[in-house]
């Protein structure tokens, strides 16, 4: 019943920057801290950002400063925007929803020159 639908993902530049969004469909929106992951090819899946219900956030290190998560509760979507992207950002971005366990089909980010 609940889904999950990122989009924004594409190709850019060393140094650029992507806007990923996730529309959420199902449950109240704003009752549930939501979150982005990313998994790259071999390599475990990763918390990037997360966002509470009251709006506090958290930050993995290696994007503290570059990303910033956001969320607008009247249009039920959660935002991940990216600058000053680096080759290790590269990746399949997933968004994710705490409460009901709820996970996106993921969006492909890829950062090459």
């Known amino acids: 019943q609940v889904q999950l639908v990122e989009s924004g993902g594409g190709l850019v530049q060393p140094g650029g920057s992507l806007r990923l969004s996730c529309a959420a469909s199902g449950g109240i929106f704003s009752r549930y801290a939501m979150g982005w992951y990313r998994q790259a090819p071999g390599k475990q899946r990763e918390l990037v950002a997360m966002i509470s219900s009251g709006g506090n956030t958290n930050y993995a290190d290696s994007v503290k400063g570059r990303f910033t998560i956001s969320r607008d509760n009247a249009k039920n979507t959660v935002y991940l925007q990216m600058n000053s992207l680096k080759a290790e950002d590269t990746a399949v971005y997933f968004c994710?929803?705490?409460?009901?366990?709820?996970w996106g089909q993921g969006t492909q980010v890829t950062v090459s020159s």
């Open positions: 994710y929803r705490w409460g009901t366990n709820s």
